[in-house]
């Protein structure tokens, strides 16, 4: 009698990411989301799922441009400014299988 192993691959680190930003280009693609880009990504305890965090823009949350720049701009509308910039930007972990490559939940980075 012959038992037969089955060799189960599992994806690489940059095929989850590529896989999650594919997920992210389309839930979000009526949205018009802009600069994705990777952030973090770890694999969680157990071995089962790449936690991809990755970090967008939406149109609207693009704050509009200061109307001085570099040296003249007084410290507070630099520090203003530079608060303004980083609230544009989302953040978002996406779970993905480690042996499908399925998204298999999004939530909000915290």
């Not at 680190?13 to 949205?31: G, P, Q």
Request: proline share 5%.
């Amino acid at each position: 009698m012959r038992i037969e192993e089955s060799v189960v691959s599992e994806i690489d680190v940059k095929e989850a990411v590529r896989l999650a930003k594919e997920f992210a280009e389309r839930i979000y693609e009526n949205e018009r989301i802009s600069q994705l880009g990777l952030e973090a990504v770890e694999r969680t305890e157990d071995g089962r799922y790449w936690r991809v965090t990755l970090g967008f823009t939406r149109p609207w949350a693009t704050p509009p441009p200061a109307p001085k720049t570099g040296a003249s701009m007084t410290p507070l509308e630099r520090a203003l400014s530079a608060s303004q910039e980083s609230k544009g930007r989302e953040y978002k972990v996406f779970q993905v299988d480690a042996r499908s490559g399925d998204v298999v939940s999004m939530e909000m980075f915290e």
